[in-house]
């Protein structure tokens, strides 16, 4: 009885784990989280594309997506929603998950929203992030300045397209 109640067990427990690729909760349907340490841009929002920018190339996100896991590079994420609306959303750095239910977060480590950054601020910053990549007295001095000058040229790119 024992043995015949394992089998059973083993049985369900290897028709639950097999995988493929993302259901969407509905036809066409896609649930978006997308947060910054300064605002929550999407909180579960159906929309109908999402694409980003990441360490391993810039991809874009339909429902169905097949479950991923991605690190943001500095750049613009854009949204489109439901009714065709764009919204585009400068991140400095963060993550992108794509689930098995096509629910995404992207969790960024600073976000804006294009319209609210400045070009001559982000050209100003640029200068300066410069200046101190090329004055580093260290290699962690370097790092860290290489990095500004990175996230600077992305701000400047993303308000200059």
């Given at each position: 009885m024992a043995l015949a109640l394992r089998s059973m067990l083993r049985s369900v427990a290897r028709k639950i784990q097999v995988r493929g690729y993302a259901d969407a909760p509905k036809e066409g349907e896609m649930a978006f989280t997308f947060a910054a340490g300064n605002k929550v841009?999407?909180?579960?929002?159906?929309?109908?594309?999402i694409d980003v920018p990441s360490f391993s190339g810039a991809f874009g996100i339909l429902p169905k997506h097949v479950p991923t896991?991605?690190?943001?590079?500095?750049?613009?994420?854009?949204?489109?929603?439901?009714d065709g609306k764009?919204?585009?959303i400068f991140v400095s750095s963060g993550t992108?998950?794509?689930?098995?239910?096509?629910?995404?977060?992207?969790l960024a480590e600073e976000a804006h929203p294009l319209e609210n950054l400045d070009r001559s601020a982000a050209q100003e910053?640029?200068?300066?992030?410069?200046?101190?990549?090329?004055?580093?007295?260290n290699e962690q001095a370097k790092a860290e300045a290489a990095i500004a000058v990175e996230?600077?040229?992305?701000?400047?790119?993303?308000?200059?397209a």
């Open positions: 841009f999407y909180d579960k929002q159906v929309v109908k594309q896991l991605a690190v943001l590079r500095p750049g613009v994420v854009t949204v489109t929603e439901n764009q919204s585009k992108i998950t794509v689930n098995d239910d096509s629910s995404v977060q992207v910053a640029l200068s300066k992030a410069q200046s101190e990549f090329n004055s580093a007295s996230v600077a040229e992305e701000i400047v790119k993303a308000v200059s």
